[in-house]
């Protein structure tokens, strides 16, 4: 059984039309890659997902359960994390408390899930106390899926998390998702980049709000679209 | 001088306990209150009906009221933040759910000062009261006077202040709204619930208010007209310093009252040497005025603010 199911699903913002009529499966276990170009709604799929934006048809579910129409508080207590691309860390706010946030709607202190976070992220272990808004792009980024992580989710949603990083960091970061994904979380990745891609089991291709390609990465890396998408054309 | 800048401390611990509310509100509901001062005089009036109603227990030593009113500041600040909670229900959550601008908001708060200040006009009158008796200053070194109640007022200021600091450092509901202050969207994504971050803020806002109103009170007299004048070096305040910011509101308001109180003894002292007839007591609020349009120039972000 498929662990995310998502069907028919239309979304976008007031009278603009995102997304028409997606349909993805994942099943647990995967790292399943969204790709396509700037403004085709793979950022709007993820927002739609979480329920921060409500869709307009179609139906979502978590592990069997119907989500559509949820609040990210609700999709939150059922192991389902967003970090968004940009504006995904409280700047003010320390990195403990930044981690801390991604479990608001639960009880308990998460002390042994932030001490895993940071076996994955180590340079977030000394730094427990700073302000997470005085932190580099790449710590902040680690801020921002770490805080991701917190609930220790079933699923977790990337919205491209290498975006606006140095190439070596960029390469740090796609390790780690890839990590995250070993440790046994479901992974739905925005891929800017073709390494961001290689990453992943499957991949469904965005054009302009619809679902026009997918398949297993390697099928797709040989399609003239996919081609066309990284290398220009 | 010495006792200018202490009544400037003084007038500043007052001007804190409204800062921090306009800030918080400025910061979280995206709008500036005008309705702050009149529910600050509502908090005075309040704590006068109680004061009033209840069995004189005697006075704290040395102090110009007893333990009526700590019960009285305890009662006003709580009925205070439900009736900021029933306008937000009524008024201001209506308003935010049709995307209302902060324009609107703002100039609804107007509406709410009017009510507010009718209503007191309508109970109480316009004329001045006061809680108790009148208090003679003590004399300290330097030529400084400070009368007993205002170690009082000075204090509750201070453990207000320490508590709001406290709550949003600590409590979870304190850091969600922090969090959500600083980016609401993703407060929204984290799953926190924003509809408590909102009630939070007014429950804290408008009770902070009302005590304020109640030291002032103490410290002056009670009028109808009290909130409202006492607005203006709140905004003031809370511009200076930079909206959202619990040490920086304070800071803020004690530059204002200190500023406020030295510049108009200062110059009164020139206008008398000069003899010239002016009553420079009225311009208090200009004085304000004047360094926040200095601090602006130099600093559009406030001084603690960050630009964003």
């Known amino acids: 059984m498929s662990l995310l199911n998502v069907n028919n699903l239309s979304a976008g913002y007031g009278e603009v039309d995102v997304l028409h009529g997606i349909s993805l499966d994942i099943d647990e276990g995967e790292l399943v890659a969204t790709i396509g170009p700037n403004g085709a709604g793979k950022s709007t799929l993820l927002r739609s997902i979480s329920g921060v934006i409500k869709p307009d048809e179609g139906r979502l579910e978590l592990g069997g359960t119907d989500i559509t129409g949820s609040e990210p508080e609700d999709t939150i207590r059922m192991g389902m994390s967003y970090v968004p691309q940009d504006e995904n860390i409280f700047p003010s706010l320390t990195v403990r408390e930044n981690l801390e946030m991604g479990a608001f709607t639960l009880e308990g202190d998460f002390q042994d899930r932030i001490d895993e976070i940071c076996t994955i992220f180590p340079q977030l272990r000394e730094r427990m106390g700073q302000k997470a808004g005085t932190m580099s792009g790449g710590q902040q980024q680690m801020v921002a899926v770490g805080r991701g992580l917190l609930i220790k989710p079933k699923l977790l949603l990337l919205d491209e998390p290498t975006a606006g990083l140095q190439p070596s960091l960029v390469k740090m970061m796609l390790s780690k998702v890839e990590e995250i994904n070993d440790r046994g979380v479901t992974v739905l990745l925005v891929a800017q980049t073709i390494d961001a891609l290689r990453l992943a089991n499957r991949a469904y291709l965005l054009s302009a709000g619809e679902m026009v390609l997918s398949g297993e990465t390697e099928e797709l890396l040989d399609t003239d679209r996919v081609q066309d998408l990284y290398f220009g054309g | ?308």
């Open chain 2, 1 to 308: 001088m010495a006792d200018l800048f202490v009544n400037g401390i003084i007038l500043g611990s007052i001007i804190t306990l409204g800062a921090i509310g306009v800030t918080l509100i400025a910061d979280i509901l995206n709008f500036f209150n005008f309705a702050h001062g009149d529910m600050l005089s509502f908090g005075a009036y309040l704590a006068l009906f109680f004061v009033g109603a209840m069995p004189s227990w005697g006075n704290f030593p040395g102090l110009s009221f007893g333990p009526q009113m700590i019960l009285a500041i305890v009662f006003s600040m709580v009925i205070m933040s439900g009736f900021a909670l029933f306008f937000d229900k009524v008024l201001f959550k209506p308003l935010r759910e049709r995307g209302s601008s902060e324009l609107f908001l703002a100039l609804s708060s107007l509406g709410v000062a009017f009510i507010l200040r009718s209503i007191i006009r309508l109970v109480w009158g316009p004329q001045a009261q006061y809680y108790g008796g009148l208090q003679m200053a003590n004399r300290y070194p330097l030529g400084i006077t400070i009368k007993p109640d205002e170690f009082f007022i000075v204090g509750t200021a201070l453990f207000l202040v320490i508590t709001v600091y406290l709550f949003l450092k600590r409590t979870k509901i304190g850091k969600a709204m922090r969090a959500a202050s600083d980016n609401e969207t993703l407060a929204r994504v984290t799953g926190i619930n924003t509809e408590s971050v909102v009630n939070w803020t007014w429950i804290i806002a408008v009770s902070l208010t009302a005590a304020s109103g109640i030291l002032y009170g103490i410290q002056v007299q009670i009028r109808p007209i009290m909130g409202w004048n006492i607005l203006i070096p709140i905004f003031v305040a809370v511009v200076v310093a930079g909206v959202g910011d619990v040490w920086g509101a304070m800071v803020g308001a004690m530059i204002i009252g200190v500023a406020q109180e030295m510049l108009t003894g200062v110059l009164q002292n020139l206008f008398n040497a000069l003899n010239l007839d002016v009553l420079m007591t009225a311009y208090k609020p200009a004085i304000a005025f004047v360094l926040m349009v200095i601090v602006l120039l130099f600093r559009p972000q406030g001084i603690f603010g960050t630009g964003e």
